[in-house]
């Protein structure tokens, strides 16, 4: 199924496709970033490998708009106190980068919907409840998805993400 429509931004057009999802895994992947060769094998492995496991993540390599590798980052988050910290976590560079989490539908269903309150930390807001609904995680030591940087990305506004993981907080 595909569709191009009007929607209030990314959070609602989100909302609106999850419900029509089929798969028991779920993630999603920006439009100018790039899944990396045997990530998704990776993870369903990680997932047939420790069914009680909600969610995995993996690594990211950081490139830019001609898909020029500038650097890797890797997540490292594993319980609810954890994800809470953002002096430690977030700002020290320890935090996920969305497209390298995917998760189990059953999590997605416990959780809910995208708060289309954040446009920026609406992935943080979830990860969040996914802890607080008893979300198991496993960490992959595969770098999963290419992450393009660019000017022109929403990334890039990251005081107002502050602002917004501070009122999640």
Do not use: M
Not at 38 to 64: K, Q, S
Not at 93 to 113: I, M, N
């Amino acid at each position: 199924y595909w569709v191009s429509e009007r929607d209030r931004g990314q959070v609602d057009a989100l909302n609106k496709g999850f419900p029509r999802l089929t798969g028991d895994i779920v993630g999603f992947i920006n439009a100018d970033d790039v899944l990396k060769p045997g990530a998704l094998r990776a993870v369903l492995d990680a997932f047939t490998r420790e069914p009680a496991t909600d969610l995995v993540y993996g690594g990211v390599e950081w490139i830019d708009g001609a898909g020029k590798s500038l650097g890797f980052h890797a997540g490292d988050i594993s319980s609810l106190d954890e994800a809470l910290d953002i002096y430690d976590v977030w700002w020290a560079e320890r935090q996920w980068v969305q497209p390298e989490v995917f998760y189990r539908r059953t999590l997605k269903d416990r959780v809910g919907a995208f708060d289309e309150r954040y446009n920026l930390a609406f992935d943080f807001d979830f990860w969040v409840r996914c802890f607080r609904a008893g979300a198991r995680v496993a960490k992959l030591p595969d770098c999963l998805v290419q992450f393009r940087l660019h000017e022109a990305q929403k990334s890039t506004a990251s005081l107002k993400a502050a602002d917004e993981i501070r009122t999640i907080l």
